[in-house]
């Protein structure tokens, strides 16, 4: 299955079952057009293909960093963890 109709479907999952449970504070509405991206891109022997929720206390650059705090709710990442610049390479 390729990376966008994977992505899709994680959408589609969150979307429907997050309201019983909670567990995303925040989505990435570019994800799919990330997915397009590393589609294009993609390397043997990298975690490609693979989806990944990130806890709201790891630095994405331009994504919230809330760490579940609503005193953090408008504070967005200036740069990826390490742990984000080591699941992108």
């Known amino acids: 299955m390729d990376l966008v109709k994977k992505v899709s479907l ?6 429907k079952e997050d309201k019983k449970i909670n567990s995303f504070i925040h989505v990435n509405k570019n994800i799919i057009n990330e997915a397009k991206e ?12 693979y989806v990944f ?9 331009g994504l ?3 760490c579940g705090s609503k005193t953090l709710e408008n ?6 963890a390490t742990v984000i610049e080591k699941i992108t390479r």
């Open 10 to 15: 994680m959408l589609e999952k969150i979307e």
């Open 75 to 80: 504070y967005l990442g200036s740069y990826n």
């Open 64 to 66: 919230p960093i809330t």
């Open 38 to 49: 590393l589609e294009k891109k993609q390397k043997k022997g990298r975690l490609f293909g």
């Open 53 to 61: 929720g990130i806890k709201s206390n790891i630095n994405v650059q």
